[in-house]
T-cell receptor, first 114, second 112 residues
Framework: KAGVTQTPRYLIKTRGQQVTLSCSPI?????VSWYQQTPGQGLQFLFE???????NKGNFPGRFSGRQFSNSRSEMNVSTLELGDSALYLC?????????????FGDGTRLSIL | KQEVTQIPAALSVPEGENLVLNCSFT??????LQWFRQDPGKGLTSLLL?????REQTSGRLNASLDKSSGRSTLYIAASQPGDSATYLC???????????FGKGTRLHILP
């Protein structure tokens, strides 16, 4: 069974640009959660989608948004990129509404802002 | 606001030793507490999950304990091996808002 797949693995952007990251959950999983990991702040919850609806949201500005498609694949978008957005972005999928359900993580997208 | 702290930030021990990683949290209203492992450039792998009503969980050489009253959890690793080298994170899931709060992790290096 394939695990959680995140694309691309690495991305370099400049300030002011926007970026879209993709996450394909494990087959049959309906929940996708997104996290940002930086050396300074550690791992922080961004948002969770379940059955195409945003179920929960962390404390991030509106520049961070996401969506989930009918096949449970999810995308995360960051607009007007800032240097501080450089991070490893992880997604995790679960069968039911996470994170009370066991979550399975992808290997992340490393985003670098120049 | 929940704060999860892991001390030390880094730890090096010789192979074969037993070791304990510490995690403390400020708000005891947790649904569960989970320990993860993260290898360089990789995502997180769940190691052990302790529900708020439980005191400990065991898997192989790993044992995690939870003491909500003191706001502490420990991860005990027996007979450490070089393959145990990784960053270990603990995370608490809060009852009130279903949000998971992570510690910043302990980077463990097992010396061959």
């Amino acid at each position: 069974k394939a695990g959680v797949t995140q694309t691309p693995r690495y991305l370099i952007k400049t300030r002011g640009q926007q970026v879209t990251l993709s996450c394909s959950p494990i087959s049959g999983h309906r929940s996708v959660s997104w996290y940002q990991q930086t050396p300074g702040q550690g791992l922080q919850f961004l948002f969770e989608y379940f059955s195409e609806t945003q179920r929960n949201k962390g404390n991030f500005p509106g520049r961070f948004s996401g969506r989930q498609f009918s096949n449970s694949r999810s995308e995360m978008n960051v607009s007007t990129l800032e240097l501080g957005d450089s991070a490893l972005y992880l997604c995790a999928s679960s069968l039911g509404q996470g994170p009370r359900e066991p979550q399975h993580f992808g290997d992340g997208t490393r985003l670098s802002i120049l | 606001k929940q704060e999860v702290t892991q001390i030390p930030a880094a730890l090096s021990v010789p192979e074969g030793e037993n070791l304990v990683l510490n995690c403390s949290f400020t708000d005891s209203a947790i649904y569960n507490l989970q320990w993860f492992r993260q290898d360089p450039g990789k995502g997180l792998t769940s190691l052990l999950l302790i529900q708020s009503s439980q005191r400990e969980q065991t898997s192989g050489r790993l044992n995690a304990s939870l003491d909500k009253s003191s706001g502490r959890s420990t991860l005990y690793i027996a007979a450490s091996q070089p393959g145990d080298s990784a960053t270990y994170l603990c995370a608490s899931l809060m009852n009130r808002d279903d949000k998971i709060i992570f510690g910043k992790g302990t980077r463990l290096h097992i010396l061959p």
